[in-house]
């Protein structure tokens, strides 16, 4: 490395964003863009010369980016030589740098004793620079193989699919349901994270390089996978998860209770179709708030509540507060499960001067008045213990709630697909394909991302979208 005692010089200092007072009044972005080459300079500086770098194993960059060598090309202040190493491993840094978790972080070495790395950050400024000085370019595709693909689904997963095939000269096809291009990016996260104009470019340069998209179009309702089989050489299938797990106690069908993605989806189309947040009875303009569920699509739909304008906000968690540290059965170089304050979080405490986590919760009921509408929820405390959730006598509380979110995860893709393509699921009700190979049940169709693996993050789509480009063009050739 360039700077072999910078960890010792120089501090973890990352890039701060928009101070909470200025950014809850609006849906920009939360970032401040890069700082000064010098800071960043600073930051990969820090990159130890480690030997075995695990911010590249398996549990660091599931894209396996070259981090220590862009790091040190940075400390070098050789951007362009940097980007062209970031993109050789990561279709979509602007994506990842901004939404991201950073597993490679987590795994660190220097986090061992210290703090890690601003990977993260350094990836954002790359990419974000790259485009700034408009280095980011079509990709020429100098030779056309004849053989034709069609993707079902245009989020991350078939985005890079698209981009590698097309990059190996195949013609692609992406085929999505909604009326724009970008799936989870597009309408799974809220344009706070992750702009829709960053998507936007994105889904242009990849137009430019050759690869159709089409909106509007459901496959397996509106057209059939064997009319595209008859169109296309070979069909992938990544059509993500969208079947989230539900909450069935008493009065469940209360008006005022909905699916976290159904509540972020209705604000986000709501922006780009009128350029404000359309108030409608899944506004929380002056309501009390209640997010179900916490994680990143919790915090998501915290902070949409707050700019919304909710007269309060609450989120349950069924767990108990995670240490500030790591516990002796989560070592280096796990994932640290530890307390976090996300972006979401941070907001609610400076508008309404507390955290809204409330942990150890479980909802038993939810009040409705005479009209159906949703009013208030019932909840009992509990306490894990030997698996298993044991309510604790005496903890019964209600709560006021005008909006209900259920923000619990997801369980599988909908299934009227696999259906439609008579292919075989496993399990979990995932399109069964062993990974590394993505092959379906059926001959020439191909699966990977969410619906082949479950929930997971946008930087594992964009791995199993490049490995199971490589699979198709195997089979092609």
């Not at 304050?341 to 609610?348: L, P």
């Not at 993050?457 to 195997?474: D, F, M, P, Y």
Request: a negative charge; hydrophobic letters at 35%.
């Amino acid at each position: 490395m360039g700077k072999i005692t910078g960890f010792k010089e120089f501090n973890r200092k990352t890039e701060a964003y928009r101070s909470v007072d200025l950014r809850i009044k609006d849906y920009g972005e939360i970032f401040t863009g890069y700082s000064d080459a010098v800071h960043l300079q600073e930051q990969a500086a820090r990159c130890m010369d480690c030997g075995v770098p695990f911010c590249q194993s398996e549990n660091g960059c599931p894209v396996d980016n070259l981090i220590p060598e862009f790091n040190d090309l940075i400390y070098h202040n050789k951007w362009q030589e940097a980007l062209t190493r970031l993109l050789k491993t990561n279709n979509f840094p602007e994506f990842t740098g901004r939404v991201c978790p950073a597993p490679c972080e987590g795994s660190c070495v220097l986090g061992i004793n210290n703090s890690a790395v601003t990977i993260k950050n350094i990836e954002q400024a790359i990419i974000d620079r790259g485009f700034d000085e408009d280095r980011v370019k079509p990709y020429t595709v100098e030779y056309r193989t004849g053989k034709k693909i069609a993707i079902i689904g245009s989020g991350p997963a078939g985005l890079a699919a698209a981009d590698e095939l097309n990059k190996i000269g195949h013609n692609v096809t992406i085929f999505e349901r909604d009326d724009r291009i970008g799936g989870l990016l597009m309408y799974g996260i809220p344009n706070m994270k992750l702009s829709k104009d960053v998507v936007d470019r994105r889904v242009k340069l990849m137009q430019n390089s050759g690869i159709e998209f089409i909106i509007n179009v459901n496959v397996g309702k509106d057209i059939t996978t064997i009319q595209l089989q008859q169109d296309f050489d070979a069909l992938v299938l990544t059509t993500g998860v969208s079947k989230a797990r539900d909450l069935l106690v008493d009065n469940r069908q209360a008006q005022g209770v909905h699916m976290a993605m159904e509540y972020l989806t209705h604000n986000t189309k709501s922006l780009l179709d009128n350029g404000y947040a359309e108030e409608s009875d899944l506004s929380a303009k002056d309501k009390d708030v209640i997010v179900i569920g916490g994680g990143d699509t919790g915090t998501d739909c915290i902070s949409t509540a707050l700019r919304q304008g909710a007269r309060s906000i609450v989120n349950f968690e069924l767990m108990s507060k995670p240490p500030t540290k790591r516990m002796s059965n989560n070592p280096w170089p796990l994932w640290p499960l530890i307390y976090r304050v996300d972006y979401g979080h941070a907001e609610v405490t400076e508008v309404f001067g507390k955290d809204p986590r409330q942990y150890c919760l479980m909802t038993k009921s939810f009040i409705k008045d005479d009209q159906n509408s949703v009013i208030g929820l019932n909840t009992v405390n509990v306490d894990f213990q030997n698996g298993e959730f044991m309510e604790m006598n005496g903890s019964e509380r209600t709560w006021s709630a005008q909006l209900v979110l259920l923000s619990m995860g997801f369980v599988s893709p909908e299934h009227y697909l696999s259906d439609d393509a008579n292919i075989k699921l496993d399990e979990h009700g995932n399109y069964k394909a062993k990974y590394g190979q993505y092959t379906t049940s059926q001959k020439g169709i191909f699966t990977a991302g969410d619906c082949r693996r479950g929930q997971s993050l946008v930087v594992w789509a964009i791995n199993e979208g490049r490995g199971v480009a490589v699979k198709v063009n195997e089979y092609l050739t």
